[in-house]
C-alpha cells in the first residue's frame, strides 16, 4: 500500500462512527422538539424561526395599544331621587268623649282653612254649663248680701271670705266646662285634603281617637335623597327639574333646606325643596328624579371619592 492509500484511509471516517453522530444529532433534535412543545402548550405545528419573534412582536403591540388607548371619561351624575310631599300633615282626633254627628268632608274631599271637618253631640256638656252658670248666680248673689250685712257690721268677715271663695269656684267651674263646648266642633287648621276618615257619623268617640287624615293640597314640596358629597356645592337656592315618574311632566324647584345629619351607610343626606307644579298633575306620593344644572364645582363633586 503506498503512502496516498495510508493518508486517505485515515482521513476517512469509520462506518459506525457515522451512525453514532447520526444518533446524537436525533436525539439532540427530539430534545429540542420536546422542549419547544413544553414552551408552546403542546402545539404540535411546525412553525420556522421567525414564529417566536412574530408572536413577541405581537404580545409588545398589544401592550403598547392598552398604554395608549384613553381611559373612558367619569360622567357625573348629578341626578337623584325623590318624592314629593305635602308640606303640613295631620291627624284629626277627639278631644272628647262623645257621639259624632257629622263628618262634613269625607275622604278625598277638599278643605279650607277653619271649615268644619267634625260635631260631636255635646247636649250632656250644655246642660252642665247650665248648671254651673246658675250656681254662679246663687255664690253671687250670697256674696253680695253678705257684703251689704258686712256694711252694717251684721255678718262676720268670715262668712263675706267664704261666699266670696265659692263665688269664684264657681265661676271657675262655669268657664271650664263652657271651654269643653269648643271642641264639640272640630276645625280644620289649614286648607287641604282628606287623606283617609278613620272615624263615622254616629260612632262614639273617645277623647283622643284619630277622626280624619289631613295634609295641605296645593302646598307641596320635593323630598330628595342625595350623595353627602354632594355638600361640597349644594346649598339653599340651587334649582333642578323634577320629573315625575307617574306622569312624565317635568316641574321647576328650588332647594330650600340641607338635611341636619349625613345617613352614615349610604352616605346620602335628605334635602327639602320647593316645587312649582304648573298646570301639571301633582300629587303627593308621586317620585321622581331631579337633574341639577351642570357646572366646573358640580363635576368635581361628582368625580370626588365616597359618592
Known amino acids: 500500500m503506498s503512502e496516498t492509500e495510508k493518508v486517505e484511509k485515515a482521513e476517512t471516517p469509520k462506518a459506525s462512527?457515522?451512525?453514532?453522530?447520526?444518533i446524537a444529532g436525533t436525539v439532540a433534535i427530539g430534545i429540542l422538539v420536546v422542549f419547544t412543545a413544553a414552551f408552546t402548550g403542546g402545539d404540535a405545528t411546525e412553525w420556522s424561526s421567525s414564529e417566536?419573534?412574530?408572536?413577541?412582536?405581537?404580545?409588545?403591540?398589544?401592550?403598547?395599544?392598552?398604554?395608549?388607548?384613553?381611559?373612558?371619561?367619569?360622567?357625573?351624575?348629578?341626578?337623584?331621587?325623590?318624592?314629593?310631599?305635602?308640606?303640613?300633615?295631620?291627624?284629626?282626633?277627639?278631644r272628647m268623649t262623645a257621639r259624632?254627628?257629622?263628618?262634613?268632608?269625607?275622604?278625598?274631599?277638599?278643605?279650607?282653612?277653619?271649615?268644619?271637618?267634625?260635631?260631636?253631640?255635646?247636649?250632656?256638656?250644655?246642660?252642665?254649663?247650665?248648671?254651673?252658670?246658675?250656681?254662679?248666680?246663687?255664690y253671687r248673689k250670697t256674696h253680695e248680701t253678705n257684703v251689704e250685712l258686712d256694711s252694717y257690721e251684721a255678718v262676720g268677715t268670715n262668712e263675706v271670705e267664704v261666699s266670696k271663695a265659692n263665688l269664684g269656684q264657681a265661676i271657675a267651674e262655669a268657664n271650664?266646662?263652657?271651654?269643653?263646648?269648643?271642641?264639640?266642633?272640630?276645625t280644620a287648621p289649614f286648607s287641604g285634603t282628606v287623606v283617609e276618615q278613620i272615624a263615622n257619623r254616629g260612632?262614639?268617640?273617645?277623647?283622643?281617637?284619630?277622626?280624619?287624615?289631613?295634609?295641605?293640597?296645593?302646598?307641596?314640596?320635593?323630598?330628595?335623597?342625595?350623595?353627602?358629597?354632594?355638600?361640597?356645592?349644594?346649598?339653599?337656592?340651587?334649582?333642578?327639574d323634577f320629573v315625575i315618574d307617574e306622569t312624565g311632566a317635568a316641574i321647576p324647584?328650588?332647594?330650600?333646606?340641607?338635611?341636619?345629619?349625613?345617613?352614615?351607610?349610604?352616605?346620602?343626606?335628605?334635602?327639602?325643596?320647593?316645587?312649582?307644579?304648573?298646570?301639571?298633575?301633582?300629587?303627593?306620593?308621586?317620585?321622581?328624579?331631579?337633574?341639577f344644572a351642570t357646572s366646573e364645582a358640580q363635576v368635581d363633586s361628582a368625580k370626588a371619592p365616597g359618592r
Not at 271650664?176 to 272640630?186: E, H, N, T, Y
Request: glycine share 8%; aromatic share 4%; net charge negative.
Open 253 to 291: 324647584g328650588v332647594v330650600t333646606q340641607l338635611g341636619a345629619s349625613v345617613d352614615p351607610v349610604s352616605k346620602t343626606i335628605r334635602v327639602k325643596a320647593d316645587i312649582d307644579q304648573g298646570e301639571a298633575l301633582v300629587l303627593p306620593g308621586m317620585s321622581g328624579t331631579a337633574a
Open 203 to 240: 260612632e262614639v268617640a273617645g277623647s283622643g281617637q284619630p277622626l280624619l287624615k289631613i295634609q295641605s293640597g296645593n302646598d307641596l314640596e320635593a323630598e330628595l335623597i342625595v350623595p353627602s358629597n354632594w355638600l361640597n356645592w349644594l346649598r339653599a337656592g340651587a334649582e333642578f
Open 17 to 22: 462512527d457515522r451512525r453514532k453522530y447520526a
Open 100 to 138: 259624632i254627628l257629622s263628618i262634613p268632608v269625607g275622604e278625598g274631599r277638599s278643605f279650607r282653612r277653619g271649615a268644619t271637618l267634625a260635631t260631636f253631640d255635646c247636649s250632656t256638656i250644655r246642660a252642665q254649663l247650665t248648671a254651673a252658670r246658675a250656681a254662679t248666680t246663687a
Open 176 to 186: 271650664a266646662i263652657q271651654a269643653q263646648l269648643k271642641d264639640c266642633r272640630v
Open 52 to 94: 417566536p419573534n412574530d408572536f413577541a412582536n405581537q404580545q409588545i403591540a398589544d401592550v403598547s395599544e392598552k398604554q395608549a388607548a384613553p381611559e373612558p371619561a367619569v360622567e357625573p351624575v348629578l341626578d337623584a331621587r325623590g318624592v314629593i310631599a305635602a308640606k303640613n300633615e295631620s291627624t284629626i282626633a277627639s
